[in-house]
């Protein structure tokens, strides 16, 4: 299983009145941590988006474990689940240096046209990720 492991300081403006990072941050984690994923495997968001090809989130689960505080450095590990050729679900923890995991959850994409929304495969659309993706998934290798 290919994963990625990317540090994150938190910063005072993602903590809330209790001083822990509010939950919608770690939204933003997952998408830096599935950024670096990427380009780890060698290929570029920025790349698929000069072909008018964006790639949202369709589906997104995060299950809360222990709060993250302001001052605290943790890191965000990324990992395929899941990929069929059109939908890929992302798996994230977010784990302190002990190896704790505070925060977990996933995110499931789709390709689509930037202009329609319309429905791509990835397999076919862009051949390269297809193969690479199957490559990383949980458990192969």
Known sequence: MTSVKVPIEVRYQ???????????NY????????TK?????????VEMEKNNVVSPVVDAQISFKK???YGEK???????EQYDGLRTVYGYKVIDDDGEVRISGRTKHVIVKKESFRPLSLRRAF?????IYLQHI????
Not at 27 to 34: D, M, S, T, Y
Not at 37 to 45: C, D
Not at 127 to 131: C, F, G, K, L, R
């Open 138 to 141: 949980v458990g192969e290798e």
């Open 27 to 34: 939204l933003v984690w997952f998408e830096i941590g599935r």
């Open 74 to 80: 943790v890191y965000v590990e990324t990992r395929i």
């Open 127 to 131: 051949p390269e990720w297809h193969e």
């Open 67 to 69: 709060p993250v505080k």
């Open 37 to 45: 994923f990427i380009e780890h495997l060698g290929l570029s968001y």
């Open 14 to 24: 993602e903590t809330d009145q209790m001083g822990v990072v509010y939950h919608a």
